[in-house]
């Protein structure tokens, strides 16, 4: 498995600001995911980060708004910007590692609300 | 139609009991399939994968995986209490990418003592 960490664990931000997530693993993996899980729904791919290079955003989600970092392969980072109440959710890192066994492991997740 | 769908629940099942959870899928070409555990204000936890049709069994969880009626379950035996939580299914698409993973809404299984 993959031991994953974010911070801050959860933050109260107001309208119309910034707020940064941090994941850190604790080895090198080829792919990062940001997630978001709305209170209720289930997990919705944001984008995947890729080191060296832009992420990926999936349908819906722009970088402007959600822009990601990765400057190397045990970190990255996800800002939420220009934050409305809409944006209130938990926001979750998810790791892959190419070979052996298929799995995706999730950290322990932002759990913002903007007021 | 969602692309994997599960029964929100809740479901509720006495200690000892066996709990059935169902997902279906709409993607015919998918070729994995996970259960992922939430428990109340955490992350999700990988609890099992399936690749093959048939059963797989971990202790005291056995997934089942029917592709041509696109359907994978999580049968829990001998439920307890701790097994109180959400399980999310997942499906990694045709496309073999993990941006391609689809999750369920999840069921909220209730294990009473």
């Given at each position: ?78 800002t939420v910007s220009n ?33 | ?97 993990n941006n391609d993973m ?12």
């Amino acid at each position: 498995s993959a031991v994953i960490s974010q911070k801050p664990s959860r933050d109260i931000c107001q309208r119309g600001t910034s707020l940064t997530i941090q994941c850190q693993v604790d080895s090198q993996v080829t792919m990062m995911f940001w997630y978001r899980q709305q209170p209720g729904q289930s997990l919705t791919l944001i984008a995947t980060a890729n080191q060296g290079s832009e992420a990926t955003y999936e349908s819906g989600f722009v970088i402007d708004k959600f822009p990601i970092s990765r400057p190397n392969l045990t970190f990255s980072t996800l800002t939420v910007s220009n934050m409305s109440p809409e944006d209130s959710s938990i926001y979750l890192c998810s790791v892959h590692r190419t070979g052996g066994i298929d799995e995706q492991y999730f950290g322990p997740g932002t759990r913002l609300t903007v007021t | 139609q969602k692309e994997v769908e599960q029964n929100s629940g809740p479901l509720s099942v006495p200690e000892g009991a066996i709990a059935s959870l169902n997902c279906t899928y709409s993607d015919r070409g998918s070729q994995s399939f996970f259960w992922y555990r939430q428990y109340s204000g955490k992350s999700p936890e990988l609890i099992m994968f399936i690749y093959s049709n048939g059963d797989k069994e971990d202790g005291r969880f056995t997934a089942q995986l029917n592709k041509a009626s696109q359907y994978v379950s999580l049968l829990i035996r001998d439920s307890q209490p701790s097994d109180s939580a959400t399980y999310l299914c997942a499906v990694k698409g045709s496309s073999g990418n993990n941006n391609d993973m689809r999750f369920g809404a999840g069921t909220r299984l209730t294990v009473k003592p």
